[in-house]
Nanobody
């Protein structure tokens, strides 16, 4: 398995940008489809974005499409989530997730995740 460590969370104002990073260690990073999920207080964990092993396909939740961008650098064993035009409803703990498959990003689901990071808190004030 890989081990995942997120960073980059913090407190920002509505309209600001933030970039999350997730560093992987352990097994071959490029063997994994990677994703970001988030969980707001009192709510279930939900899908945000995913990227396939090569970076050639990406998938986004409707709520973040056009504002968030997922990318990966296999040479650095890192996946990123660039978040622009942040809204108060984006406030949540963001989790990096790894799924051991070469399948397209669009198929990533919470139930397929093999490894989770510890989470990083993003707070967007209005």
């Amino acid at each position: 398995q890989v081990q995942l460590v997120e960073s980059g969370g913090g407190l920002v104002q509505a309209g600001d940008s933030l970039r999350l990073s997730c560093a992987a260690s352990g097994r071959t990073f490029s063997n994994y489809r990677m994703g970001w999920f988030r969980q707001a207080a009192g709510k279930e964990r939900e899908f945000v974005a995913a990227i396939n092993w090569s970076g050639g396909s990406t998938s986004y939740a409707d709520s973040v499409k056009g504002r968030f961008t997922i990318s990966r650098d296999n040479a650095k064993n890192t996946v990123y989530l660039q978040m622009n035009i942040l809204k108060p409803e984006d406030t949540a703990v963001y989790y990096c997730a790894a799924d051991p498959t070469i399948a397209p990003a669009s198929g990533m689901r919470l139930r397929y995740v093999e490894v989770w990071g510890q989470g990083t808190l993003v707070t967007v004030s209005s």
